[in-house]
């Protein structure tokens, strides 16, 4: 447990602090139930990532473990950008998202 709330909330808090430091043209403001989700999202995933690769040492289990760790990861860095607020119009484009996640 501990070491999952350490990999979550540190990966969170480095992608949080990079957001932040990022300087738009635009002002931005940020909705804080989604900031808050999205480090959920990285804690949860990260938490059950590790358990999954300490409960037993096998192939599977490290596979699901980066799996569920990466794949957390990935869902904290959208629901983080979607939490921006600002005077510009955020659009995805379906491949660059997919080769994004599949890029882990």
């Known amino acids: 447990l501990g070491s999952g709330l350490a990999l979550g909330i540190s ?29 959920g999202v990285a804690t949860i995933g990260a938490i059950f990532g590790l358990w999954a690769v300490t409960r037993q040492m ?30 510009a119009v955020q659009r995805y484009e379906l491949l660059p998202v997919v080769l994004s996640c599949l890029m882990l």
Not at 17 to 39: E, G, N, Q
Not at 61 to 82: E, F, P, R, T
């Open 58 to 87: 096998t192939r599977g289990s490290l596979w699901a473990g980066g799996l569920l760790v990466g794949s957390s990861i990935v869902a904290m860095h959208y629901a983080a950008m979607s939490s921006l607020h600002l005077a």
């Open 11 to 39: 990966t969170w808090a480095m992608h949080f602090t990079a957001i932040l430091s990022h300087r738009m043209t635009t002002p931005v403001s940020y909705d804080f139930r989604v900031v808050l989700l999205s480090m």
